[in-house]
């Protein structure tokens, strides 16, 4: 699936299977942020990926009060650049993403992101590149 007309929140929106997330970015009011020139990856939890999490987590997380904590989970998930899956076959690496945190890439058995794996790579957007993940990162401690 490539398409590199419309950016990265238009493509999750016209998927259909991210409106968790696209709601999450929403409340955090990252839209315009995603919306940037970038180049972007963008590491996305499916509505599957959110399912799983706890009853009551994603509600709890889109309250005003906690827009920081959902803003550092959604940061979680965005890489500065665009890296292709291809660019990390065969490799392990800890990039930084866009709130300033590590996160652990291994591209020795498939792709995953800090344990989530990669199940739709290389959804090429305008301002970057969306990789489907099967979990929501979740900051560390």
Request: glycine share 10%; net charge negative; hydrophobic share 45%.
């Amino acid at each position: 699936m490539t398409d590199t007309t419309h950016d990265i929140v238009d493509t999750a929106v016209a998927a259909g299977s991210f409106t968790t997330l696209v709601a999450a970015v929403t409340a955090a009011g990252l839209v315009d942020t995603l919306k940037g020139a970038g180049p972007f990856t963008v590491f996305a939890p499916s509505d599957d990926a959110f399912a799983v999490l706890p009853a009551g987590t994603v509600e709890d997380l889109v309250k005003p009060e906690n827009k920081d904590k959902l803003t550092a989970i959604l940061m979680l998930h965005v890489v500065p650049g665009k890296v292709m899956a291809s660019d990390v076959s065969g490799q392990v690496m800890d990039p930084a993403t866009a709130g300033g945190a590590t996160i652990h890439v291994d591209g020795t058995d498939g792709v995953t992101v800090n344990g989530a794996k990669v199940v739709t790579p290389d959804i090429a957007c305008s301002n970057g590149v969306i990789h489907v993940i099967d979990a929501v990162l979740l900051p560390k401690g």
